[in-house]
C-alpha cells in the first residue's frame, strides 16, 4: 500500500519504508551538487552580514573614539583658558600688591623686622611699621615670592605661633596685636591642595 501527497499539480506517491534508504541516496545523488551549493552560499552570506557588522561596530567604535577625543581636547582647552584666566588676574593682583607694599622701615621704637625663610632656600628682610595690618606680610610674600597668600602658612622659627590668610583677621590685626617680637623670623610654607580648599 503507498501514500500519496498532492502538491501543486503534481501527485507523488511516497515510497514504502524498506525503499526509504534507496529514495534518500537517489535523492542525495541528484541534487547534491545543488545542496553543497546552498550550504556555500548560505556561509557567505554569513561571513558576508558577520564582515558588514564588523565594519558597522568598526565605525561605531571610530565614531565614539573621536567624540571621546574630541571632547577631551575641548576640556582640555576649557582648562587651559580657566587657568590662563586666572593666572592673569594673580599677575594683575601681584602688580598692585607691589605697588601697594609699605617702604621697608630701616629703624624705630615701632618698627617690626621680618625675616622669611623658605624651604628652597630663598630668604629676605624687610621692616614695617607695629601698626601695619597682618595681611601685609601675606601680600608681600605673594607679590615678590609668587606664593600665593590664600596658601601661605607662616610658622615662626620656634613654632609657637602660625599664621594662615584669612582676609578679616589678616586685614585687622596689627602686627603688635598679633605679638610679634621686634624682630621675627617666619618659616614660609604652603598647604596642600586639600588644604587650600578648605
Not at 567624540?67 to 581636547?73: D, G, V
Not at 629703624?107 to 595690618?133: E, T
Request: aromatic share 6%; with cysteine; proline share 2%.
Amino acid at each position: 500500500i503507498r501514500d500519496h501527497c498532492v502538491t501543486g499539480v503534481q501527485t507523488c506517491a511516497l515510497p514504502i519504508s524498506d525503499s526509504m534508504a534507496s529514495w534518500m541516496n537517489a535523492l542525495r545523488k541528484r541534487y547534491g551538487k545543488q545542496y553543497q551549493s546552498m550550504q556555500t552560499e548560505v556561509k557567505e552570506l554569513k561571513y558576508n552580514a558577520e564582515r558588514r557588522e564588523g565594519y558597522i561596530d568598526s565605525i561605531q567604535s571610530d565614531n565614539e573614539r573621536k567624540l571621546k577625543e574630541e571632547r577631551e581636547e575641548a576640556e582640555r582647552k576649557a582648562i587651559e583658558v580657566k587657568e590662563a584666566a586666572r593666572q592673569a588676574e594673580i599677575d594683575a593682583r601681584r602688580q598692585e600688591l607691589r605697588l601697594s607694599l609699605p617702604d621697608d622701615q630701616k629703624g624705630g621704637n615701632n618698627v617690626k623686622k621680618i625675616a622669611l625663610r623658605f624651604a628652597d632656600g630663598r630668604s629676605a628682610n624687610r621692616g614695617f611699621a607695629s601698626d601695619q595690618p597682618l595681611s601685609v606680610i601675606f601680600n608681600w610674600v605673594d607679590a615678590m615670592f609668587e606664593t600665593e597668600r590664600e596658601k601661605v602658612v607662616l610658622t615662626t622659627l620656634n613654632g609657637k605661633q602660625t599664621f594662615t590668610w584669612n582676609e578679616e583677621d589678616s586685614c585687622n590685626t596689627t602686627l603688635d596685636d598679633a605679638g610679634l617680637s621686634k624682630m621675627t623670623a617666619f618659616r614660609v610654607s604652603e598647604k596642600n591642595d586639600e588644604e587650600s580648599k578648605e
